[in-house]
């Protein structure tokens, strides 16, 4: 049972460099977001998506594009990496019945450190 | 953005102890969820709230949707040690459509340590 896997779990990069966090679910799930995690902060919705071809910006989008092609993988990108950007990144997905059944299920998230 | 208030930030309790945590919002959620985060982990769901004034309970966990519907409470009888993490509250809005599409809004957090 896989469920929610992101890639990688550490990374530390430069700032200006870019990269790409991998984020890919197994149980057929519509939707798909992305949270980042600082202290105190709880956690703040980046960007989502309702399905293939679909997404949409979260609370704190800027800095970050992603695409969905597929049901399965929901990429986030950073273009040029920011010290701000320091932080625990999490992936979730949930299934679009009528709002009864709405658990999200988190990867173990991505730890970024930009310098 | 939207902000749920999450009250306390911590605790501090000794083993068989009773905690409440609570969360309040100025905004209506149509529905309430609690997780809690073990360390280097991903959120993992307690409890889902869907109407207002539901109370549901899952073992040794009991939680409440406010009647308003702006806020709600997290209580767990007879702590131990395991029970220690981060929990968070979380609400969804729906809209027009009667769909949050998965979003949802934190609470900032209560971390919970136990002591033996």
């Known amino acids: 049972n896989a469920g929610v896997t992101q890639t990688p779990k550490f990374q530390v990069l430069k700032t200006g460099q870019s990269m790409t966090l991998q984020c890919a679910q197994d149980?057929?799930?519509?939707?798909m977001s992305w949270y980042r995690q600082d202290p105190g902060m709880g956690l703040r919705l980046i960007h989502y998506?309702?399905?293939?071809?679909?997404?949409d910006q979260g609370e704190v989008p800027n800095g970050y594009n992603v695409s969905r092609s597929t049901t399965e993988d929901f990429p986030l990108r950073l273009l040029s990496a920011a010290p701000s950007q320091t932080s625990v990144y999490f992936c979730?997905?949930?299934?679009?019945?009528?709002?009864?059944?709405?658990?999200?299920?988190f990867g173990q998230g991505t730890r970024l450190t930009v310098v | 953005g939207q902000q749920l208030n999450q009250s306390p930030q911590s605790m501090f309790i000794q083993e068989g102890e009773d905690v409440s945590m609570n969360c309040t919002s100025s905004?209506?959620?149509?529905?309430w969820l609690w997780y809690k985060q073990d360390p280097g982990e991903g959120p993992v769901l307690l409890i889902a709230?869907?109407?207002?004034?539901e109370l549901t309970s899952n073992g040794r966990l009991t939680a409440q949707f406010g009647i308003t519907r702006k806020d709600s409470f997290l209580n767990i009888s007879a702590s131990i040690p395991s029970d220690v993490g981060i929990y968070f509250c979380?609400?969804?809005?729906?809209?027009?459509?009667?769909?949050?599409?998965?979003?949802?809004?934190f609470g900032q957090g209560t971390i919970l340590t136990v002591h033996p």
């Open positions: 709230l869907y109407k207002a004034g």
């Open positions: 979380a609400g969804q809005q729906h809209n027009a459509g009667g769909t949050s599409y998965g979003k949802l809004t």
């Open positions: 905004s209506i959620f149509n529905t």
């Open positions: 998506s309702v399905g293939a071809g679909i997404t």
């Open positions: 979730a997905s949930s299934y679009s019945l009528r709002e009864m059944n709405t658990e999200a299920f």
């Open positions: 149980m057929n799930h519509e939707y």
